[in-house]
């Protein structure tokens, strides 16, 4: 929407799949949002510079319907594709060089906690959290992955029973492995 200077109400964003984005990547470190995301501003670009000229010839506060009419009739292509691939990340695991990500975020968090020493129980009182997260694309999204993530952690570490191949979980093999790493594990 700020790359074509229209309201979001404009925008529609569509469930992905390989029939839109054949050579997709997996999800992981909001990875698909900085090449997705990229992707769209770049074709975003490209429709505005074919738009350029089109502008040129309608009224300054033409709407959006005005100069896209205004385009077709012209034989303007309205539609573009828009690619990114990031050049400078890269992971090399047998030697533990490299940088696997474009960038890290960085934050912080305080929890006021309060604990019953006789019985064990605990509960939150408040939980502060400052996270340097730069220009967000969406900051309810940001929002909601923070809160997810102390949530996650929380879980973790206080109310999941971690199971461990051990000498009390002769089961879990090998020794040292990690039993309860997931949803379907519980």
């Not at 979001?8 to 992981?28: C, F, G, L, M, Y």
């Not at 999204?141 to 570490?157: H, P, S, T, W």
């Amino acid at each position: 929407a700020q790359a074509l200077g229209v309201p979001t109400a404009r925008v529609h964003i569509a469930e992905n799949a390989t029939d839109k984005v054949p050579n997709q990547s997996a999800s992981a470190a909001s990875m698909s949002s900085d090449l997705y995301c990229t992707a769209a501003l770049d074709a975003c670009t490209q429709l505005n510079d074919r738009l350029k000229p089109v502008r040129e010839n309608v009224a300054a506060d033409a709407t959006w319907e005005t100069l896209i009419s205004s385009a077709y009739v012209s034989r303007v292509n309205l539609s573009a594709q828009g690619f990114y691939a990031p050049s400078d990340i890269g992971f090399d695991w047998s030697t533990g060089c490299g940088a696997p990500f474009s960038y890290f975020t960085y934050g912080a968090a305080c929890s006021e906690v309060e604990i019953d020493t006789l019985t064990g129980d605990f509960h939150i009182l408040r939980a502060d959290i400052l996270m340097d997260l730069g220009k967000p694309l969406n900051p309810a999204i940001d929002v909601g992955q923070i809160e997810g993530a102390f949530v996650q952690g929380y879980g973790l570490f206080c109310l999941e029973e971690l199971v461990w191949g051990d000498t009390e979980h002769k089961w879990v093999r090998p020794a040292g492995y990690l039993h309860t790493r997931g949803p379907g594990t519980y």
